[in-house]
T-cell receptor
Framework: KQEVTQIPAALSVPEGENLVLNCSFT??????LQWFRQDPGKGLTSLLL???SQREQTSGRLNASLDKSSGRSTLYIAASQPGDSATYLC????????????WGLGTSLAVNP | DAGVIQSPRHEVTEMGQEVTLRCKPI?????LFWYRQTMMRGLELLIY????????DSGMPEDRFSAKMPNASFSTLKIQPSEPRDSAVYFC??????????????FGEGSWLTVV
């Protein structure tokens, strides 16, 4: 059974820092790994989707990597800004017929001006 | 496009009452998902539809929960009777593709349910 863990649960950094959010999954047979952002009182917004055959995806200041063999993905945020403050969730999509998204509980990020 | 639209945004109801949550997916999306989010359990998939047909409802917690999708532009999630432990945020999401195909999924802003 796939389990997704995100560490740390919360992170507070000063503006301008580069930071890394971690996501680990127990079953390497995934279809893809997805990162989402959730602002307080809002829904989730898709940030990056890494297919199982890919190693990384980039969008602006965000870079997500995937290492299936070790069951890990990282979300790198460069030059963090207060507007990056949100909860970041990762989700592993199962391979095979049951392609459910299995979600981590998220990392709550606060970027302080 | 207006995105996935959910109503009501907030609802407070008494235990035992019927609750109906509504969702309008993005036009052209043929997969629709209902999720529940709590602090303790995070996001849980309740049910998903493909081309208006329920494909997997294994996440529906019990018979008090039911979901329908009468057409491509509307879905409901009903709880009857509601209980305090049903208090959560309920998200509707939609995507293109066949079933859960790995395409980008778009979420509504959620329905915040409190059962007292």
């Amino acid at each position: 059974k796939q389990e997704v863990t995100q560490i740390p649960a919360a992170l507070s950094v000063p503006e301008g820092e580069n930071l890394v959010l971690n996501c680990s999954f127990t079953d390497s047979a995934i279809y893809n790994l997805q990162w989402f952002r959730q602002d307080p009182g809002k829904g989730l917004t898709s940030l990056l989707l890494i297919q199982s055959s890919q190693r990384e995806q980039t969008s602006g200041r965000l870079n997500a990597s995937l290492d299936k063999s070790s069951g890990r993905s990282t979300l790198y945020i460069a030059a963090s800004q207060p507007g990056d403050s949100a909860t970041y969730l990762c989700a592993a999509q199962n391979a095979g017929n049951n392609r459910k998204l299995i979600w981590g509980l998220g990392t709550s990020l606060a970027v302080n001006p | 496009d207006a995105g996935v639209i959910q109503s009501p945004r907030h609802e407070v109801t008494e235990m035992g009452q019927e609750v109906t949550l509504r969702c309008k997916p993005i036009s052209g999306h043929n997969s629709l998902f209902w999720y529940r989010q709590t602090m303790m359990r995070g996001l849980e998939l309740l049910i998903y539809f493909n081309n208006n047909v329920p494909i997997d409802d294994s996440g529906m917690p019990e018979d008090r929960f039911s979901a329908k999708m009468p057409n491509a532009s509307f879905s409901t999630l009903k709880i009857q009777p509601s209980e305090p432990r049903d208090s959560a945020v309920y998200f509707c999401a939609s995507s293109t593709g066949q079933g859960i195909s790995g395409n980008t999924i778009y979420f509504g802003e959620g329905s915040w349910l409190t059962v007292v």
